[in-house]
Every structure is written in structure tokens, then in C-alpha cells.
């Protein structure tokens, strides 16, 4: 059964970092690529960033570029998202998706970010 | 960017009824979309991908079609677990876009 399980999330103050991780099991984590999608509260869905199957290529939306960093570790089957300089419209439930054929095929249950002093 | 404009924004019907749902893109997608269902406080699920093809598991009452710039999904014979937001999502070029969602709820 393929698994994607987030952590990480919480309550951080605007400028600050915070890292997220997501844990992927039942299926071969170096084949795929991966996304994050992000939905603030009562809003929908918005595409975050994608890294390849590789980790070579990365793809950002313009408001996280430069702050957010999206990488893995295929050998502990995890994805990762460093988010820097976090602002207060960064509050949302962050969700790491697999991609199969650039299709979000499979989702972790979430983790809560907010971004509040 | 490539726009997803997304109607209606809310949906009521009843029981057994069919609904539709209709996503328009800015530009041309070449059936590069995927329709997803998300129940409250549950994470979206992939319903259908290029624009017609029934994901793995999905019930055959959900279908989709359309081309070039717009799009829709069907549901026939609305069933209670059916209420959900609907989402549709263009993947034919970065950066991915979302509709704003259908709610669809029970008459």
C-alpha cells in the first residue's frame, strides 16, 4: 500500500524556517518524482513546488522561489521541504504528493504550518 | 500562467441525481488535467486523469471529458459519499494550477 506520511509542521514565528519531511513507503521511492501542494485554511489548492525522480531538477512557484527548498534522500525514501523567510500567508496544510506521469496520483494526509508571531 | 477557472462554486442535488462540473483553462492544456475529490478534513484523491481516464479504484459513476481549453466531470447517480469538494488541475505546464473548487453537497 503506497504510504506518505508528513511531520514537521507547527506553529513558527514570520522570518523563521521550518522543515518538513514526508515518508514514503510501498513503492519505489527513486522512481518518481514528487510534489508538495499546499491549501490554506478554508481555501484550495495550491501547487508548491516538484523535484525529479533524481533529485536533478526542481520546479518552483514564483511566491516560494528563493525561500522554499524542495529535496530528497532516496536512500531514507523521504522528501523534504526547507521553508525560509516563512510569512503569515505560508499558513496552510502542506501535502506531498506522489507524481506519476506528471500526475498527483498519491497524498499524504498533511502537515499544518502556521505562520503567526 | 496557465488560469483554471473553475463552476459552479458550490452544487446542491439530490440522491441518484447526475451533476457536472466544469473547468475552463486560459490556454490550450492538450488534455493535460486531472480531477480531484477532497472530503472534509481528508487529504484530495485523484479521481481522473487526461482529462477522461478513471484512476485505479474510482467508481465508473465518475467520468470526465473535454478538450483543448475546456473540460468537465460527470457524476451519475449521486451517491452520499459523493459529497466532497471537486478540483480540477491543469499538469501541462508549470506552473501546475488548481480550480478555486465545487462543493457539492446533498439537497
Redesign the interface.
Known amino acids: 500500500e503506497v504510504q506518505l506520511v508528513e511531520s514537521g509542521g507547527g506553529l513558527v514565528q514570520p522570518g523563521r524556517s521550518m522543515k518538513l519531511s514526508c515518508a514514503a513507503s510501498g513503492f519505489t521511492f527513486n522512481n518518481y518524482d514528487m510534489a508538495w501542494v499546499c491549501q490554506a485554511p478554508k481555501k484550495g489548492l495550491e501547487w508548491v513546488a516538484t523535484i525529479s525522480y533524481d533529485g536533478s531538477s526542481t520546479y518552483y512557484r514564483d511566491s516560494v522561489k528563493g525561500r522554499f527548498t524542495i529535496s530528497r534522500d532516496n536512500a531514507k525514501s523521504t522528501l523534504y521541504l526547507q521553508m525560509d523567510s516563512l510569512r503569515s500567508e505560508d499558513t496552510a496544510t502542506y501535502y506531498c504528493a506522489r507524481l506519476t506521469s506528471y500526475v498527483m496520483d498519491a497524498w499524504g494526509q498533511g502537515a499544518s504550518v502556521t505562520v503567526s508571531s | 500562467d496557465i488560469q483554471m477557472t473553475q463552476s459552479p462554486a458550490s452544487l446542491s442535488a439530490s440522491l441518484g441525481e447526475t451533476v457536472t462540473i466544469e473547468c475552463r483553462a486560459s490556454e490550450d492544456i492538450y488534455n493535460?488535467l486531472?480531477w480531484?475529490q477532497?472530503k472534509p478534513g481528508?487529504?484530495?484523491?485523484?479521481l481522473i486523469?487526461?482529462a477522461n481516464s478513471l484512476?485505479t479504484g474510482v467508481p465508473s459513476r465518475f467520468s470526465g471529458s473535454g478538450s483543448g481549453t475546456q473540460y468537465s466531470l460527470k457524476i451519475n447517480s449521486l451517491q452520499s459519499e459523493d459529497v466532497a469538494s471537486y478540483?480540477c488541475?491543469q499538469?501541462y505546464d508549470?506552473?501546475?494550477?488548481?480550480?478555486?473548487?465545487t462543493k457539492l453537497e446533498l439537497k
Not at chain 2, 42 to 46: A, D
Request: charged share 5%.
Open positions: 493535460g486531472a480531484y477532497q481528508k487529504s484530495p484523491q485523484l486523469y487526461n484512476h478540483f488541475q499538469y508549470y506552473p501546475y494550477t488548481f480550480g478555486a473548487g
